[in-house]
């Protein structure tokens, strides 16, 4: 019986995995299995971090906010507290670009939250 040579499927599981290792210095690129653990604790760090970047951008959002309700001399809480009680539902986001760029559309929430 000849002898069959496993080359294709392992060497595509490695392949794949050597590609994902592209940018990484020395070893770590071109060794299959320092690649394979440094590949698996890049993965883990971006999932992790894909969370943590909306926590953040959720904090900027709301200290953006604070800041520009206080020009108008009311608080984070009460702002956000006004505009629910008035059934105006806008999110951090918006509130956030409007407070930067539109002072005077933000001016109007605090005003109809403040009523």
């Known amino acids: 019986m000849a002898r069959v040579k496993r080359g294709f499927k392992a ?19 071109t060794k299959y299995r320092h690649a394979v ?48 009680s008035k059934g105006i539902e806008i999110n951090r986001k918006m509130l956030a670009e409007l407070a930067a760029r539109d002072i005077d559309g933000f001016k109007a929430l605090v005003e109809s939250a403040r009523k």
Not at 14 to 27: C, E, P, S, Y
Not at 43 to 50: E, G, Q, S, T, V
Not at 54 to 68: P, Q, Y
């Open 37 to 84: 653990q440094t590949v698996e604790r890049a993965l883990h760090y971006a999932y992790i971090n894909r969370r943590k970047f909306k926590r953040d951008m959720r904090k900027l959002w709301i200290v953006r906010i604070n800041a520009a309700s206080r020009l108008f001399d009311l608080s984070y809480s009460k702002l956000i507290g006004g505009l629910k």
């Open 11 to 29: 060497r595509r599981r490695r392949n794949k995995i050597l590609k994902l290792a592209k940018g990484f210095h020395f070893d770590r690129r």
